[in-house]
């Protein structure tokens, strides 16, 4: 069984900048440089949607909202995926969800922006 863990959410003002970061553990230890990790997010009322993924060689893909402002990256050496999120608007509130592997999720944290 995989154990993916979120951390990093909070609230922070429109126009400001947040990191979260996602690492996936199973029996043989951490999974992060060998599987597929993307991040998610879900807004009150609204569908899960893809934010950010990146492959197991490193190729990254983003979705339209994403482009420009939002960075996902690996830190091999530290087991751990990170996003960072630039210029955060009200729309970008919502809990962000890290899936590893295509199948196995973190309990998400949340995201606020508020001023």
């Known amino acids: 069984q995989v154990h993916v863990v979120e951390s990093g959410g909070g609230l922070v003002q429109p126009g400001g900048s947040l990191r979260l970061s996602c690492t996936a553990s199973?029996?043989?230890?951490?999974?992060?440089?060998?599987?597929?990790i993307g991040w998610y997010r879900q807004a009150p009322g609204k569908e899960r949607e893809l934010v950010a993924l990146?492959?197991?060689?490193?190729?990254?893909d983003y979705a339209d909202f994403a482009q420009g402002r939002i960075t996902i990256s690996r830190d091999s050496a530290k087991n751990t995926v990170y996003l960072d999120m630039d210029d955060l608007t009200f729309e970008d509130t919502a809990v962000y969800y890290c899936?590893?592997?295509?199948?196995?999720w973190g309990q998400g944290i949340q995201v606020t922006v508020s001023s």
């Open positions: 899936q590893a592997g295509g199948i196995c």
């Open positions: 199973g029996a043989s230890g951490s999974i992060v440089n060998d599987a597929a």
């Open positions: 990146i492959s197991r060689l490193g190729r990254q």
